[in-house]
T-cell receptor, first 116, second 114 residues
Framework: AQSVTQLGSHVSVSEGALVLLRCNYS??????LFWYVQYPNQGLQLLLKYTSAATLVKGINGFEAEFKKSETSFHLTKPSAHMSDAAEYFCAVSDQWAGNNRKLIWGLGTSLAVNP | ETGVTQSPTHLIKTRGQQVTLRCSSQ?????VSWYQQALGQGPQFIFQYYREEENGRGNFPPRFSGLQFPNYSSELNVNALELDDSALYLC?????????????FGSGTRLTVV
């Protein structure tokens, strides 16, 4: 069964500093991997996704993530944090397409705080 | 293209009551999933509908049920509400023709059971 582990429930960085949010997954099949962001009292917005193409994936708002099969990781990075990046970030894994029965398995989330 | 819209945005119900939450899928999306997100937690998969039939279910009791309509909008129904049902309920749509593109989420319905 698939699972997702996000290391660090809270991460705090200074504005302009590197953002690194960690995600490790467990999957018996080649996974699809996703990062979503959630702002307070809002739904989930897709940041980026890995679907077995390029291992370095670029997303919105300057975020990117690298799929490393040997490490079963899909860490999210951004070179320079902005105050508006403060939010909850979720990593998720899904089965590859098997008919239409697919669901997302979620990590517990990492709360990112950006300090001025 | 339109996004996913959910209604209502907030709802307060009494324990034991029944509730219906609604979701309008993104145009062209024929698959809808519902998730429950408790405060401070990640989303938990409730079930998924494809072409009006349930084709996947998480670890939720039968009092959680759903419908998907021909226009691909959907409903989540919860009977005999319990205090622990208080959560943000998220609807997500996708298309079987857009494999791997991920789900589009609505902003959710915040349900409070008192």
């Amino acid at each position: 069964a698939q699972s997702v582990t996000q290391l660090g429930s809270h991460v705090s960085v200074s504005e302009g500093a590197l953002v690194l949010l960690r995600c490790n997954y467990s999957s018996s099949v080649p996974p699809y991997l996703f990062w979503y962001v959630q702002y307070p009292n809002q739904g989930l917005q897709l940041l980026l996704k890995y679907t077995s193409a390029a291992t370095l994936v670029k997303g919105i708002n300057g975020f990117e993530a690298e799929f490393k099969k040997s490490e079963t990781s899909f860490h999210l990075t951004k070179p320079s944090a902005h105050m508006s990046d403060a939010a909850e970030y979720f990593c998720a894994v899904s089965d590859q397409w098997a008919g239409n029965n697919r669901k997302l398995i979620w990590g517990l989330g990492t709360s990112l705080a950006v300090n001025p | 293209e339109t996004g996913v819209t959910q209604s209502p945005t907030h709802l307060i119900k009494t324990r034991g009551q029944q509730v219906t939450l609604r979701c309008s899928s993104q145009s062209g999306h024929n698959t809808v999933s519902w998730y429950q997100q408790a405060l401070g937690q990640g989303p938990q998969f409730i079930f998924q509908y494809y072409r009006e039939e349930e084709n996947g279910r998480g670890n939720f009791p039968p009092r959680f049920s759903g419908l998907q309509f021909p226009n691909y909008s959907s409903e989540l129904n919860v009977n005999a509400l319990e205090l622990d049902d208080s959560a943000l309920y998220l609807c997500a749509s996708s298309s079987d023709r857009d494999r791997g593109r991920g789900y589009t989420f609505g902003s959710g319905t915040r349900l409070t059971v008192v």
